[in-house]
């Protein structure tokens, strides 16, 4: 029912929730990733940014839009496979 009405009312108009797929990701959000990556919690990941846990998941959320996937774990699995999977920085040299 939530997404008839959405559709109804023209879709997602955040901007943050139309972040299409394929886009590169911001540096915050590369970091976050990375440390998604060693294993830490967003707890553990906000206190290491100086950040809070709802921004973590956030940017972890915003991530895996990016990259298509849905999980954490797969977010993780394409960022150990290197810069060629989708996950290049927005910013040049990052």
Not at 4 to 32: I, M
Not at 54 to 78: D, K, N, P
Request: glycine share 10%; charged share 25%; proline share 4%.
């Amino acid at each position: 029912m939530a997404k008839e009405l959405s559709d109804a009312c023209g879709g997602l108009c955040t901007p943050a929730l139309r972040a299409p797929a394929g886009q590169p990701l911001t540096g915050r959000q590369r970091e976050v990733v990375e440390l998604v990556v060693a294993g830490l919690s967003n707890r553990e990941i906000a206190e290491r940014l100086v950040m809070s846990v709802r921004g973590v998941e956030g940017h972890v959320y915003r991530a895996c839009q990016r990259v298509s996937v849905s999980t954490r774990e797969e977010l993780a699995a394409i960022a150990r496979k290197g810069p060629a999977t989708g996950l290049e920085s927005a910013r040049a040299g990052y």
